[in-house]
């Protein structure tokens, strides 16, 4: 299977300013034949299911915000949350859909300082 | 609307069998693979399987392989998650989720969930 690992944990950001979460995976999510990387990004508020945010690492899904963004190649991903807002209070996870299974990382809490 | 409303919270006791549902509203029900995914108490994400409701085929990851049962009944846009006997290692959230289709191509992030439903299994 594909580990995918989150860093940090947890993150504590004011609000206003920008937060990075990290997402690196056990192999290469990059696919040659069609030059995409198969990583998305999902929040998670307290008591509510998973909505997503970003695929094809950069995509940004129809009615997201564009403070939010995905970047990265092969095995190093970034989501950024510029200007952090209230309502971004959640936990961020990452998943692969290179290969099955399909695996998350284990989800970055973001608060507000 | 387009939604996936899964049923409610279950208590249930080791040994007991139990299916829950997600019940696909709004869109071409058959045209999206859905998965269905566990999330433990204070845990992440964990993949289980995904079932084509056109055929009926599931595809399980191999960690669940053998201890759940996907379904589906087109005529009432219902997908379900069956166990045989719990266990209570299965107490958790489980959601369901539509897989992305754009008309050509089936992806496998996930663009719809259902709400959620808590799983209890506890003596």
């Known amino acids: 299977d594909i580990v995918m690992t989150q860093s940090p944990d947890s993150l504590t950001v004011s609000l206003g300013e920008r937060a990075t979460i990290n997402c690196k995976s056990s192999q290469s999510l990059f696919y040659s034949s069609n030059n995409k990387n198969y990583l998305a990004w999902y929040q998670q508020k307290p008591g509510q299911p998973p909505k997503l945010l970003i695929y094809?690492?950069?995509s940004r899904e129809s009615g997201v915000p564009d403070r939010f963004s995905g970047s990265g190649s092969g095995t190093d991903f970034t989501l950024t949350i510029s200007r952090l807002q209230a309502e971004d209070v959640a936990s961020y996870s990452c998943q692969q859909y290179y290969a099955s299974p399909y695996t998350f990382g284990q989800g970055t809490k973001l608060e507000i300082k | 609307e387009v939604q996936l409303v899964q049923s409610g919270a279950e208590m249930k006791k080791p040994g007991e069998s139990l299916r829950i549902s997600c019940q696909g509203s709004g869109y071409s029900f058959s045209s999206h693979w859905i998965s269905w995914v566990r999330q433990m108490p204070g845990k992440g994400l964990e993949w289980m399987g995904r079932?084509?409701?056109?055929?009926?085929?599931?595809h399980y990851s191999p960690s669940f392989q053998g201890h759940v049962t996907m379904s589906v009944d087109k005529s009432t846009s219902n997908v379900y998650l069956q166990w045989s006997s719990l266990k209570a290692s299965d107490t958790a959230i489980y959601f369901c989720a539509r897989h992305f289709y754009d008309g050509t191509e089936t992806e496998n992030w996930f663009d719809l969930w259902g709400q959620g439903t808590l799983v209890s299994v506890s003596s």
């Open positions: 079932i084509d409701p056109i055929d009926s085929y599931a």
């Open positions: 094809w690492a950069s």
